[in-house]
C-alpha cells in the first residue's frame, strides 16, 4: 500500500541553523509529493511540491527533492527563523486508486529558538 | 489556488449532540474531501464528498457518524453525529485546486470539543 514515514520530533534548532526534516515514502506507480505546513492555530498550507523523479520543488528558502531510487523527499533548509517554527506534514498523491487522495506522514514539529 | 472556508472554526459541544460544518470554495472545485485531524496527530481521511451523489468513506468511518453533502461544485457539508469525547478534533476539509498534480487545498479546520 501507500504511507509515507517522517522523522519524529520535535526539532529544536537555533535560528539560522540548518534544517533537515527526512520523509521516505511507499507506493505503486509515480506519485505525486507534497510538503505541507502547519503553524500555530491553523490549517495546513502547501509549501512545496514534485511531481516527477529528479524534480526539485523549493518556496520561501525550502527545497525539497524528489528521489526515486531512495524513495525520498527530504526537506532542507539553509537558515531556519523564529517564523518557521510550525509541525511539517510529508506527504503524497498516488497515481492510481485515487489520485487527489492525499496520504499523510505523521508530522514533524520544528521549533526555532532566537 | 483555490479559497477555502468554514464554520464554524471552533465549537464546544455536549456529548450526544451532533453538530455540521459548512466549507465553502471561492470557485468549482473538482474533488473535495473531509479529513480528521485528532490532537497531536496527523490527518486521517473521513471520506471524499461527491456532488450530486452519496461520499465514499473511508475505512473506520461510517454514513451514520459522518453524513456529508455537496449539492454543488463549491459547498459540503460534514455532520459529526452523536458526539463523544473521542470526537474532539480538527474537522478539515479541502478541495482539489484546478491542477492535475495532485495537491490539496484546505480550509483552516473547525476545531471541535466535546465535553
Known amino acids: 500500500g501507500n504511507s509515507v514515514t517522517q522523522m519524529e520530533g520535535p526539532v529544536t534548532l537555533s535560528e539560522e541553523a540548518f534544517l533537515t526534516i527526512n520523509c521516505t515514502y511507499t507506493a505503486t506507480g509515480y506519485p505525486s509529493l507534497f510538503w505541507y505546513v502547519q503553524y500555530p492555530g491553523e490549517g495546513l498550507q502547501l509549501l512545496l511540491k514534485?511531481?516527477?523523479?529528479?524534480d526539485k520543488g523549493s518556496n520561501k528558502g525550502f527545497e525539497a527533492t524528489y528521489r526515486k531510487e531512495t524513495t525520498s523527499f527530504h526537506l532542507e533548509k539553509g537558515s531556519v527563523q523564529v517564523s518557521d517554527s510550525a509541525v511539517y506534514f510529508c506527504?503524497?498523491?498516488?497515481?492510481?486508486?485515487?489520485?487527489?487522495?492525499?496520504?499523510f506522514g505523521a508530522g514533524t514539529r520544528l521549533a526555532v529558538h532566537p | 489556488s483555490a479559497v477555502i472556508s468554514q464554520k464554524p472554526s471552533r465549537d464546544i459541544c455536549q456529548r450526544g449532540t451532533s453538530l455540521t460544518i459548512q466549507c465553502q470554495v471561492d470557485?468549482?472545485?473538482?474533488?473535495m474531501f473531509w479529513y480528521r485531524q485528532q490532537p497531536g496527530q496527523s490527518l486521517t481521511l473521513i471520506a471524499t464528498?461527491?456532488?450530486?451523489?452519496?461520499?465514499?468513506?473511508e475505512s473506520g468511518f461510517v454514513i451514520d457518524k459522518f453524513p456529508i453533502s455537496r449539492p454543488n461544485l463549491t459547498f459540503s457539508t460534514l455532520t459529526v453525529s452523536n458526539m463523544s469525547p473521542e470526537d474532539s478534533s480538527i474537522y478539515l476539509c479541502?478541495?482539489?485546486?484546478?491542477?492535475?498534480?495532485?495537491?490539496?487545498?484546505f480550509g483552516e479546520g473547525s476545531r471541535l470539543t466535546v465535553l
Open positions: 464528498a461527491n456532488q450530486g451523489s452519496e461520499a465514499t468513506y
Open positions: 470557485s468549482q472545485v473538482t474533488m
Open positions: 479541502s478541495g482539489t485546486g484546478g491542477t492535475n498534480t495532485g495537491e490539496l487545498f
Open positions: 506527504a503524497l498523491s498516488p497515481f492510481s486508486g485515487g489520485y487527489n487522495k492525499l496520504i
Open positions: 514534485a511531481t516527477k523523479a529528479d
